[in-house]
């Protein structure tokens, strides 16, 4: 009982912070560089928060139905933040052309990959499509989409990108990635025991409301840092002024 | 299987590396001045001493010092977080965060003593961390004014 209703309040938590986040990206309007943002979190809010509550309500949490929405929602999901990632890297290399054709290959490259380990696996599976498939593709995206998140976090280190508000984007997707992943393999490992089952029920709800806290703070109060160089730069104006 | 058991073990670990890269973007926030000197003079904190004893020598002060140091500088300085010219008398999300932050890195700081590792790196982490409440509240007791004065002048010429 005391489960439900937490977990319950972990789930309004979300669909409240989804619609802030969603009515905080429009009224700062469509920036070019938030599109994909915009898009994505737009995605969450209407299979998430309005879709998946609607085909709840209406067939029940114990119904195939329902199942196979959640599932087939989560693979839309994470091949929309698949995307999300992608533009983050494009945003990330706005002034660096010749680094962004070598990054668009490896986004491909990445993509064939899990979706050829993700069919070798339905060979294998192809009786329980919605069962192992489904999760496995799920992990194996959500996995890689973690991965390329980190690469995207050293790239931004070391090219000194001075774009606090996507560096707190891409740390909050980590952490949603990170529990997802981790959450996923949990179940995956122990062939969805009621253990795992009770740890991702929570987890994955955790790491998206840590997701979405840190994207709002992202987008309201990002911490302005004053690049080395232009501080540097004034430093030297001044001495060049007062000689 | 061996696949799954990487993915839960690296994942883990990246979450947690996530958690701190947050910490960190946080703690980048640039004030419009350095509040914090004047909440350092007016409560006797002594963390900007610390972090000048590992600057110049390379190493903390001894050990049960520098842990006594630290947590009676975060204990005074949450509770003005808390209670000082704060109106709604709660810490903000992201205080919250950095509070248990600190008490990862303070436990780290302990783990690293007994190992006999470095303590520095941990050190100068809660040093930044004491430096950045200091300066919220010092950006909000500042705002307060008691006639012609802010509350932080008022309080340098105690």
């Not at chain 1, 070598?102 to 380990?117: G, N």
């Amino acid at each position: 009982m005391t489960d439900q209703i937490l977990f319950q309040g972990l789930q309004y938590g979300i669909y409240i912070l989804e619609g802030v986040l969603c009515l905080l990206l429009a009224r700062q309007g469509a920036r070019r560089r938030r599109l994909g943002l915009c898009v994505y979190v737009t995605l969450l809010f209407v299979l998430d928060g309005v879709a998946r509550p609607a085909v709840l309500d209406h067939f029940g949490r114990t119904s195939m139905q329902f199942a196979y929405f959640y599932w087939l929602t989560d693979v839309a999901l994470a091949m929309g933040a698949f995307l999300l990632t992608c533009s983050f890297f494009r945003r990330a290399c706005a002034h660096e052309a010749k680094l962004w054709q070598l990054v668009r290959l490896l986004l491909i490259f990445v993509f064939i990959l899990v979706l050829v380990i993700s069919a070798l696996s339905l060979t294998r599976h192809y009786t329980h499509l919605y069962t192992v498939f489904i999760v496995e593709f799920s992990q194996n995206l959500y996995f890689s989409c973690l991965v390329l998140n980190t690469l995207l976090f050293i790239m931004i280190q070391q090219l000194a990108i001075e774009d606090d508000e996507l560096g707190l984007l891409v740390c909050g997707m980590g952490l949603q990635f990170a529990g997802e992943a981790a959450g996923l393999a949990l179940l995956h490992l122990t062939s969805g025991g009621d253990f795992a089952r009770a740890i991702f029920s929570f987890l994955n709800p955790i790491c998206t409301l840590g997701m979405l806290v840190t994207w709002i703070y992202a987008v309201t109060r990002a911490p302005q840092t004053v690049p080395v160089d232009t501080l540097v730069g004034k430093q030297t104006a001044l001495v060049e002024a007062v000689d | 299987m061996f696949m799954a058991a990487l993915i839960l073990i690296l994942s883990t670990a990246l979450f947690f590396f996530y958690l701190q890269a947050v910490c960190q973007k946080i703690l980048r926030r640039q004030f419009s001045q350095e509040f914090f000197q004047s909440i350092v003079n007016a409560n006797r904190l002594e963390f900007p001493c610390v972090r000048k004893a590992i600057e110049d020598f390379g190493s903390p002060v001894e050990y049960p010092r520098l842990t006594l140091t630290l947590k009676c500088d975060f204990l005074a300085l949450t509770y003005l977080l808390k209670n000082a010219a704060n109106v709604n008398q709660r810490y903000s999300y992201e205080e919250r965060l950095l509070i248990v932050y600190f008490k990862l890195v303070f436990a780290t700081l302990v783990t690293r003593h007994w190992l006999k590792l470095r303590e520095t790196p941990a050190a100068l982490k809660l040093t930044a961390i004491l430096e950045y409440f200091a300066n919220v509240v010092g950006e909000r007791v500042n705002t307060v004014r008691f006639g012609n004065l802010t509350a932080s002048d008022y309080l340098m010429n105690l």
